[in-house]
């Protein structure tokens, strides 16, 4: 009897095995959620665009931030003008440039996943879905803005057929060769990236509910304001007017009264550049990391990079941005450091796109299209007079003042390169508008290697620039 | 009815398979030696039909057709503090590293060389009683014993140019909760047939550990008790105060005569001395053993003491052991076997405190006029960032991490035919640890910090098997099992830190004013096998073998889950030919060949290959906006990696056992390999994981031993194993390999290329000292002499100019050993060796490192007194360069850097074959008479012994061990010494007592 109970409960004990077996092994880990879970709800999904932006925000930092500026002689290093984005010095196989390519698709491939899968995956309010991927749609309009002006070549000299960077348009779902896909031409880019900024448009907000969120997340504005940049890299004016219009009609967006306003002295740590002045059109806040060793990469603060000399010397006398925007950083440091990077753990909201910029691109595309007129003028003025003391303001501008048209738009770069200043356009408005960046970097080098990865990975199907060995 | 009961029963196991151990049949000449032996026994000698125990079963060594080493530990003296550190040596085809002279640290074990290019991979699984348990490897067993710390903002400064970083982690060794004293035996599978049953993860090999169980008869006590001192094998020969402060004053001046640095004299500290200590141990051990014809029991209870020769570092470990069988009936059998461990080790800090003690400026002092600590840079003119006083840190800091561990196993056998037996066990692997380190108020740290992780691991194991054992018609033999197994494991971390203590007497987190949760986190898998194994022996003269392994793991994704692996032998014995039988000198002579399939699942993650979304680090948050972000791309393609291994051998014994040889040659083959591999960055990865390598290991294991000479007074024997292997990573990636090895080493891999062993060392060449100028001298690819740094004046991939300089791994190991009686006295000496590798000297490299620095100073360390000798003028022939020269850099505060110090230059690697006289014992029975006179009859045996380990080390290596590692468990990381704190020598007295 004993027996044959004892073998009744082995048969049992056996079947009660194989049946439960391959259930066991579906193990789902417990601090991740797989993508699709991620998507299905509205909050996981809004969280996966943060990420996006964090992304953006991290392809944007750093030397991606000053490199513009170290290009022409407005900052320099400790090398000073010797330093490789001045020379062009570059190697393909330099890991320490990769990241400028990197990051940029890291975020492309977070907005891609938004945009193809979320229409599917995401079961929530439909008209938020749409916002969600208009958001991811700037964001990579932004990215590719980013890379095309870094590494397409000739993409800012108007030579739309010339080699761009490879149009990646889906999610990653493995790597195997297959996917490999040769770089598109600097036009298809650019299609790509209007395409993108015009379907924003229609789904993208007008503001959220909080000054923080209008200013760090896409607008109708930041779309608008975008456009208007990308238009200047195609020497397309009207489109350029056409998107600044839009920005300067948008009520939520009014110049400062004072560049002081828009970056206060930061020195002491506790007063950021703040995201509800109606100047910033989209700024990274430094929430992104609690880490708090962690820092947006643009250290002027310490003295690593630091205004050159003749630079501030260009300024007229008593420019404000000459004077009192440079103060003394860390105690260490023997040069100024500018207010609009003066946090001493390099931890500051960080402007991504400001109306002063939108203003002097429109003024530059009015007087593109318009010769001598008074609406660039004006702008000009708004840009030019703000920068002084009330009791020091040089008088306006007038239609008198400029002999010409090229009087004019050399006067508007002036002004862009004065009032920009660190924050990393110089080299490519130089380039976009037909002049060197400085006087020895050579022509094709203006873009910057492909990384050696990708020429090598792909077995060549993506081409280096033609100004390098490979 | 029954009949029908049992076939219903048969065909269910027998599908689904389960299982473990064959109960030893009536005909089996001998029992398994799983009975505790009298301590009195040289039993070095080989018996005449040796049991082994094999995957769900065992064997009769005779009738073995794959590969498998075998240990019965039976030491004369006390048996080290674990068990990997017995096995060092005496086993043919395993290769073990100590990491490092901390007590209970890591240990790499590599069987039949490195299988697979991850990290995870390369250890072997380890079987407890049939149950396999947490085993060897970097991700489960490491604490990070500050993990809340943050280097603290450095900005600039100056570096070593591909350097080393002492990092705050500690790497335990899981065999250390195992008593040494309760193995019976342990057996190493190491070729296809062997380890194919234990399919997925068996191409690492395998260790069986078997406990000792009891057996009928009468009671038995065997106690042990032997204390123990351990001193370092050895110190680095560092300069004295005087001699540091002359050596930086001169540097600063060779630097900048204009503004010269004087560091004070007049205070020697030896910081190495402060330090450091004669540790006294203490071990002791009894167990108690017993039976019946129906049942039978084995109770044993240990406990040691093996504090570090660092102060304040201690080691204690107790253990216990409960071993019984019940016979139920004629038919049934029921059992159970439970060991509990727990140990406290404090010394998981012993490795920084022994660096920061060496490389601290001798010219300070340890206290202050006051008595309180001196930290800081005293009256030197530059000094580190860092808050630095070993000895503060020693004595004011705590850091231990407390273990607890059980292995439980309970069995139901049925002896369903005479040959038919079924059984059922279930096992279970509970890990419980507490790691805590709390750091004391110091200069930078001024309200203390605190750290805490624990760690809840579970494993059950279930095993159901049907044995059986056939022989028909007198010349067919069949031992056969099948069976079936499922085992999941759950594993939980939680960690947190805290800063802020207002006194540093409060030692709870809970009390720190800053405080965090870094990791909670549960990750599980579970496998689901079925195997089955067939044994057909005609004659005892032709033996065949096949074997079967169904694996589905969680840890792979659906479409990919399940594998098989199949394996396959074949055995001769001509001994048992007629043409052979006259030759009676010959017990057997055996020729046996394997093929099969084995796998790896190290290198894939816990949850596979799923894509995943993790909170981001540090929770960020994109202005009010939480995020998630993407932890792990979505890798479809991913596949199980495949070794196929061909082994052929032969086991030849002689003379009544008196001699026996077992000579094996295979060959292993590891198909599409898990790599991180590079993907083209467009692709929003750079990273991922690949199945891409191939990889080869080939080689030869001769083992002998030998009973020389056996008389009733005089007894000696021998045991000798050597072996041989090579590894070749046959293909790798499918583009430019320079570059993309360079890239893998960057993410933490080796810099492996095709055509070289996966542990080879790519090096710099460095051609010493121009004694004309004083300058470093570096060699290219083409031979040419270069007298600035490649690495720095060659911006396009310079790691063309790197040459195979070695391997990280011996090409030739073994071991030796000698015991020898004479009346009541015993000798046993015991040697490993291990030839044809490299080392890495990094212990040298840190010790002539003067230019690194932060912006807050630099770091001026202490230094070997071999800089004493450097170039200063023409014609001096020295290794050391002019202090200030091309290859390095002290100028702009930006630009600092040291090239010549890299672990990538050839100017530390060195040979580091090595013959370690590993143990040496002399042990003395004292006679019965004389304890019948002391009134101690009842003592069966006594034995007073004296040990001593480590005793000496002959190598060519300019270190103080070539048997240290850096990286601990980590195979592929292996051959860096980092200041890595030599392995202790022990000598040790003891008494043992029988009765």
Redesign the interface.
């Known amino acids: 009897m004993?027996?044959?109970n004892?073998?009744?409960t082995?048969?049992a004990?056996?079947?009660l095995?194989?049946t439960a077996?391959?259930k066991?092994?579906?193990?789902?880990?417990?601090?991740?959620?797989?993508?699709k879970a991620?998507l299905r709800t509205r909050?996981?999904a809004?969280?996966?665009?943060?990420?996006a932006?964090?992304k953006l925000?991290e392809a944007c930092r750093s030397d991606a931030y000053v490199m513009g500026d170290l290009s022409t002689g407005i900052i320099l290093?400790?090398s000073g003008t010797n330093n490789p984005y001045y020379t062009g010095a570059i190697?393909p196989?330099?890991?320490n440039y990769?990241p400028f390519?990197?990051n940029n698709?890291?975020t492309?491939?977070?907005a891609?996943v938004l945009i193809d899968k979320l229409p599917a995956d995401g079961a929530f309010d439909e008209q938020l879905k749409k916002q969600f991927i208009a958001e991811a749609k700037l964001i990579r309009a932004y990215c590719y803005s980013n890379l095309i002006k870094l590494y397409g070549d000739g993409a800012l000299e108007n030579k739309p057929s010339n080699m761009g960077?490879?149009l990646?348009l889906n999610?990653?779902?493995?790597?195997?060769?297959s996917?490999?896909?040769p770089r598109s031409t600097n036009a298809a880019v650019f299609t790509q990236i209007f395409k993108d900024i015009d379907e924003a448009i229609t789904d993208l907000p007008d503001d959220f509910d909080?000054d923080?969120?209008t200013r760090?997340?896409a607008t109708k504005g930041t779309a608008n304001a975008l456009g208007a940049r990308v238009a200047m890299y195609v020497q397309d004016n009207d489109k350029a007017i056409a998107y600044g219009t839009k920005v300067m009609q948008n009520n939520h967006y009014h110049l400062a009264a004072s560049i002081m306003d828009v970056f206060p002295d930061n020195t002491p740590g506790n007063s950021k550049i703040t995201?509800s002045i109606p100047e910033l059109i989209m700024a990274?806040?430094e929430?992104?990391?609690?880490?708090?060793?962690d820092n947006n990469g643009v250290y002027f603060y310490?003295g690593?990079t630091f205004p050159a000399d003749d630079f501030v010397a260009s300024y007229p006398p008593k420019d404000i941005r000459a004077t009192s925007m440079l103060i003394p950083g860390a105690p260490?440091s023997t040069h100024p450091t500018p207010v609009k990077f003066s946090h001493p753990?390099i931890r500051e909201n960080m402007v991504a796109i400001r109306l002063a910029e939108t203003v002097l691109t429109m003024a530059e595309a009015l007087a593109n299209k318009n010769g001598v007129n008074q609406q660039s003028v004006d702008m000009l003025n708004s840009i030019h007079q703000r920068s002084f003391a009330m009791a020091d303001r040089p008088a306006p501008f007038t239609l008198a003042s400029f002999a010409g048209k090229q009087q004019l738009l050399d006067a508007i770069w002036q002004e862009r390169r004065w009032e920009l200043a660190y924050e990393g356009f110089d080299r490519f408005d130089r380039i976009r508008t037909g002049r060197k960046p400085n006087s020895v970097l050579p022509a094709n080098r203006y873009a910057l290697p492909v990384?050696?990865?990708?020429t090598?990975?792909?077995?060549q199907v993506?081409k280096q620039n033609p100004g390098y060995?490979n | 009815?029954?009949k029908k009961?049992?076939l219903?029963?048969c065909s269910?196991?027998l599908?689904?398979a389960?299982g473990h151990l064959q109960t030893p049949t009536k005909s089996d000449p001998a029992k398994p030696l799983t009975k505790p032996q009298a301590d009195t026994v040289p039993a070095k000698v080989t018996k005449m039909a040796e049991v082994i125990v094999v995957g769900y079963g065992t064997t009769d060594r005779k009738k073995l057709t794959g590969s498998v080493s075998t240990l019965k530990p039976n030491p004369t003296g006390a048996p080290p503090l674990t068990v990997d550190q017995m096995m060092v040596g005496r086993m043919s085809g395993v290769q073990i590293t100590p990491s490092s002279g901390v007590p209970g640290s890591a240990v790499a074990i590599t069987i039949r060389g490195l299988s697979t290019l991850s990290n995870n991979g390369n250890a072997p699984l380890i079987v407890v009683d049939g149950i396999p348990v947490y085993g060897i490897g970097q991700e489960t067993n490491t604490i990070n014993y500050n993990p809340g710390s943050?280097?603290?903002?450095t900005?600039?400064g100056t570096s070593v140019v591909a350097g080393y970083d002492q990092g705050t982690n500690f790497e335990k060794n899981p065999l250390a909760s195992i008593n040494p004293d309760d193995i019976a035996s342990i057996e190493v599978l190491k070729d296809a047939y062997a380890t194919a049953i234990y399919g997925s993860r068996g191409a690492a090999g395998v260790i069986l550990i078997t406990t000792k169980k009891g057996l009928a008869g009468k009671t038995q006590i065997n106690a042990m008790v032997s204390t123990s001192i351990s001193k370092p094998f050895g110190t680095h020969d560092i300069m004295t105060g005087d001699e540091y402060a002359d050596f930086y004053t001169a540097y600063y001046k060779a630097l900048d005569p204009g503004a010269p640095k004087i560091f004070p004299k007049g205070i020697n500290t030896n910081w190495i001395d402060a330090i450091t200590r004669t540790a006294t141990g203490l071990g002791a051990n009894v167990n108690m053993s017993g039976g019946t014809e129906k049942n039978s029991y084995y109770i044993s209870a240990g406990y040691d003491k093996m504090p570090s020769y660092i102060i304040n570092n201690d080691y204690e470990r107790y253990q216990g052991k409960v071993s019984v069988d019940q016979q139920l009936?004629s038919?049934?059998k029921v059992g159970a076997n439970i060991a509990l461990s727990y140990s406290k080790n404090s010394g998981a800090g012993a490795q920084s405190l022994y660096r920061e003690a060496v490389l601290r400026a001798p010219n300070l002092p340890i206290y202050n006029a006051d008595g309180s600590y001196a930290w800081g840079k005293g009256q030197n003119p530059t000094g580190p960032a860092g808050d630095l006083n070993p000895v503060a840190k020693a004595k004011a800091n705590q850091n231990y991490s407390n273990d607890g561990r059980v292995l439980g196993l309970v069995f139901g056998e049925?002896k369903l035919l005479p040959w038919l037996v079924?059984r059922?066990e279930i096992g279970t692997d509970m890990v419980n640890s507490r790691s805590y380190s709390r750091d004391a108020s110091r200069p930078h740290l001024l309200t203390g910090s605190a750290s805490e992780t624990s760690t809840q691991n579970r494993k059950w194991v279930?095993n159901?098997t049907l044995t059986a054992n056939k022989t028909l018609g007198g010349v067919h033999t069949i031992n056969a099992v099948a069976g079936?197994s499922?085992e999941?494991s759950v594993e939980n971390t939680t960690s947190i830190t805290g800063q802020g203590y207002f006194s540093d007497d409060i030692l709870s987190i809970s009390a720190a004013s800053d405080k965090r949760v870094l990791t909670s986190?549960?990750?599980?898998?579970?496998?689901?096998s079925f195997f089955g194994r067939l044994n057909y022996q005609y004659m005892n003269r032709y033996l065949a073998g096949i074997t079967y392994r169904v694996d589905?793991?969680?840890r792979f994704s659906?479409n990919r889950?399940y594998v098989g692996f199949p394996s396959f032998s074949l055995g001769w014995v001509p001994s048992e030919e007629s043409f052979m039988k006259d030759l009676r000198f010959i017990d057997q002579l055996k020729f046996r060949g394997s093929v099969g399939f084995t796998g790896t699942d190290g290198g894939a993650g816990?949850?596979g290959n799923?894509?995943?979304?993790?909170?981001?680090?540090?929770?960020?948050?994109?202005?009010?906006?939480?995020?998630?972000?993407?932890?792990?791309?979505?890798?479809?393609?991913l596949k199980w990696e495949r070794t196929h291994t061909f082994d052929v051998g032969m086991d030849l014994s002689l003379f009544n056992s008196r001699l026996t040889v077992t000579v094996d040659y295979y060959n292993k083959q590891t198909k599409d390999a898990i790599l991180s591999s590079?993907?083209?960055?467009?692709?929003?990865?750079?990273l991922?994981q690949?199945n891409l390598a191939d990889l080869n290991n080939r080689g030869w294991e001769i083992s002998v031993t030998s009973s020389n000479i056996k008389t009733r007074d005089f007894f000696w024997s021998s045991n000798l194993n050597i072996s041989r292997n090579k590894n070749i990573i046959k293909k790798l990636h499918?583009?430019?390999p320079n570059?993309?090895a360079a890239?893998i080493e960057?993410y933490g891999g080796n810099y492996w290329l095709p055509g070289y062993s996966a542990s080879e060392f790519f090096m710099y060449q460095w051609a010493g000292v121009d004694k004309t100028t004083g300058q470093p001298q570096w060699i290219d690819n083409t031979g040419k002499i270069l007298d600035k740094a490649i690495p720095d004046q060659i911006?396009?991939?310079p790691d063309v100019h790197r040459k195979a300089m070695g391997d990280a791994m011996p090409k030739i190991y073994g071991g030796f050993g000698n015991n020898i009686g004479y009346k009541g006295f015993e000798l046993d000496v015991f040697f490993s060796f291990a030839a044809g590798h490299k080392m890495f000297n990094g212990a040298k490299a840190a010790l002539y490192s003067y230019t690194t620095g932060s912006?807050e100073g630099d770091d001026v360390n202490n230094l070997s007194r071999d800089l004493l000798n450097y170039w200063k003028q023409s014609g001096d022939i020295t290794p050391i360069p002019k202090l200030v020269n091309n290859s390095n850099s002290a100028g702009?505060?930006?630009?600092k850097y040291d090239y010549t110090l890299g672990r990538n230059i050839s100017r530390f690697l060195e040979d580091a074959s090595f013959l370690k006289l590993r143990n040496i014992t002399l042990a003395y029975n004292i006679k019965n008479s004389w304890l019948q006179r002391k009134g101690l009859g009842m003592l069966t045996n006594a034995r007073v012994f004296v040990q001593a380990e480590n005793v000496l080390v002959i190598s060519g290596y300019s270190g103080i061990d070539p048997e240290v590692s850096a990286y601990g468990s980590s195979g592929l990381k292996a051959g860096f010494d980092e200041l890595t704190l030599p392995n202790p020598r022990i000598f040790r007295f003891g008494l043992k007592l029988g009765l």
């Open positions: 004993f027996k044959k004892f073998n009744i082995l048969v004990a056996g079947i095995f194989t077996c391959d066991k092994l579906d193990l789902a880990p417990e601090d991740t959620m797989t993508e991620v909050i996981t809004e969280a996966a665009l943060g990420d932006y964090i925000y290093n400790f190697d196989r330099d890991q990769n390519w990197e698709y890291k492309i491939n977070l891609n960077v490879p990646r999610g990653y779902d493995g790597y195997d060769g996917q490999n896909i909080t923080l969120a760090s997340r995201m990274f806040p929430s992104w990391n609690n880490n708090l060793y310490d690593y260490w753990q990384p050696y990865s990708e090598a990975i792909t077995g993506i060995a | 009815m029954r009961m049992v219903l029963c269910t196991l599908l689904h389960v943050t280097p603290g903002f900005f600039g009936g038919k049934l049925l079924a059922t279930t159901n079936q499922f999941s986190i549960e990750k599980k898998t579970a496998l689901v589905g793991s969680s659906k889950r816990y949850y799923q894509g995943q979304y993790k909170l981001a680090t540090y929770s960020a948050t994109y202005g009010n906006m939480q995020t998630v972000s993407v932890s792990q791309p979505a890798n479809p393609n590079a993907v083209p960055s467009f692709m929003g990865f750079t991922q690949q499918k583009t430019d570059s993309l890239t960057l911006i396009d991939n912006f702009s505060f930006f630009s």
